[in-house]
């Protein structure tokens, strides 16, 4: 089910909270939580009712393991811990590698070898990325001791909590399950619904209006057989970097705002990104919560900074192979994945030899990295990414392709224009939506912005038909 979808928000989204909140108000707060679990395997099986009985083996599996974890604590059963962990781990990689990335695997040793072999042709199941790597992080934060024994169904609700399953934020146990024991977690808090529902229909508005409106430009750029001049391969580029980033942007806003119905807050996701000055500090600002865990439960263990020069760069490539692989399997994840640990080892070499660049300039150096490094993340293939950049950077004879002007109207390019300066001032200029929680107070001035952005969003998505986010494909 999509969050920019009617049945979500008039239906699912409401239901779920009265229920929750009925349930809790007359004691009955275990069933509000089974309540829950229920709404959210509703919310994940609406797209394909297939896909649950995959995500079910993976919670009883990874459940199993991690109370084995925490009942071996002490030093002589270290080695049971550890092995349960080991086997953990493996599973996971295993389950997520099968549907994932082995008809890759097949097409490149077919390739290579010729053995002729079948694709398996399984269909990935929505959202195993990152439900498979919340659940790794789970079982190391068992075997760290920083994860508390749950019930079976309180486990279901830190994986399946329909607010974050599909795409994030990737959470740690602690930082969730204490707030549905809180107290108070049972109370309508009006606030918190005022707060949902205004960050909710920001998020909405970034998608359907923003990110969608570029998107129809970067599908066009992007298609078969496109061939671009100077200006629209740029376009195209642009189109594209602007589309991930308000598509992202707006499912974040969208998921902390839901969670904010049911008096629970989600860390933040997002950060302004391309106003870094720096690769380093882009991956503090995008998809935090991956960037954490690529820190904490591979470059860290793979030895992080401590062990010398060479092996801090040969940690840091590793770990962003890792990190663009998770996104899909194709060579051009990994060669996005590679440039991204590349530009770290170059910056994390110019911080130690004191090169400091003018902010202005360093900023521009990364974002423009950034929007080439994305031409990879979109292209079909390494190929096609190739043919955008020989346009943007001048080394192409194509001098009209006409891919992305000649059938839109006049109208619609002067509103895509008009939507390009807004997105610019939001980005580099407009605080984000991070900051309203702190010092958020409804007044009437809010009432009238909150309510515009409301019929500004459902305006937009009567109009169109609703389309995935695009994380959802990782």
């Known amino acids: 089910m999509l969050f920019n979808s009617f049945i979500y928000i008039f239906v699912l989204l409401p239901v779920a909270v009265s229920g929750y909140f009925l349930l809790g108000r007359n004691k009955h707060i275990p069933l509000s939580r089974y309540l829950l679990v229920a709404f959210s395997l509703l919310f994940y099986g609406y797209g394909g009712l297939h896909y649950l009985p995959v995500l079910l083996f993976s919670v009883g599996i990874n459940y199993c393991i991690g109370a084995g974890i925490l009942r071996y604590g002490n030093t002589v059963e270290a080695g049971i811990k550890k092995g349960l962990l080991t086997s953990g781990i493996v599973f996971n990689i295993l389950f997520l590698g099968g549907f994932k990335y082995s008809d890759f695997f097949i097409a490149n040793i077919n390739a290579l070898a010729h053995p002729g072999m079948a694709p398996l042709g399984l269909i990935m199941p929505l959202a195993i990325s990152f439900y498979t790597f919340q659940q790794i992080a789970y079982l190391v934060d068992c075997y760290r001791g920083d994860a508390q024994k749950s019930s079976f169904r309180d486990y279901c609700l830190f994986v399946t909590f329909f607010p974050q399953l599909i795409a994030g934020p990737i959470l740690r146990q602690r930082e969730i399950m204490p707030q549905f024991d809180h107290p108070d977690q049972s109370r309508v808090d009006y606030r918190n619904l005022s707060l949902g529902l205004t960050i909710f229909f920001i998020g909405l508005a970034k998608r359907v209006v923003i990110a969608d409106t570029f998107g129809l430009w970067a599908d066009a750029g992007f298609g078969p057989g496109a061939s671009y001049t100077f200006v629209e391969a740029w376009i195209t580029s642009l189109s594209y970097t602007f589309q991930i980033y308000f598509d992202f942007s707006g499912y974040t806003d969208m998921a902390i705002g839901s969670a904010y119905f049911f008096n629970i807050r989600l860390p933040f996701n997002f950060d302004s990104p391309y106003r870094a000055l720096n690769i380093q500090d882009f991956w503090r600002r995008w998809h935090i919560t991956l960037s954490r865990f690529l820190k904490d439960y591979i470059y860290i263990p793979l030895g992080g900074n401590r062990k010398g020069e060479a092996r801090i760069y040969g940690n840091l490539l590793i770990t962003f192979l890792i990190g ?83 059938n839109i109207s006049g109208k619609q390019q002067n509103f895509t224009w008009l939507i390009l300066v807004v997105s610019l001032v939001t980005i580099f200029f407009m605080n984000n939506t991070n900051s309203i929680p702190e010092r958020f107070q409804p007044t009437r001035w809010r009432l009238a912005y909150g309510v515009a952005i409301i019929l500004l969003g459902l305006l937009f998505l009567n109009s169109t038909m609703p389309r995935e986010f695009i994380y959802f494909d990782f």
């Open 324 to 406: 663009g692989i998770w996104h899909g399997a194709g060579w051009t994840f990994v060669l996005w994945g590679a440039l991204h640990g590349l530009a770290c080892v170059i910056y994390h070499m110019w911080h130690k030899w004191g090169v400091r660049l003018p902010k202005l300039l360093a900023g521009f150096i990364t974002f423009n990295f950034i929007n080439i490094a994305w031409v990879f993340f979109r292209a079909e293939s390494i190929g096609d990414a190739l043919n955008v950049l020989k346009a943007m950077f001048g080394f192409t004879a194509t001098l009209s392709g006409g891919i992305l002007f000649e």
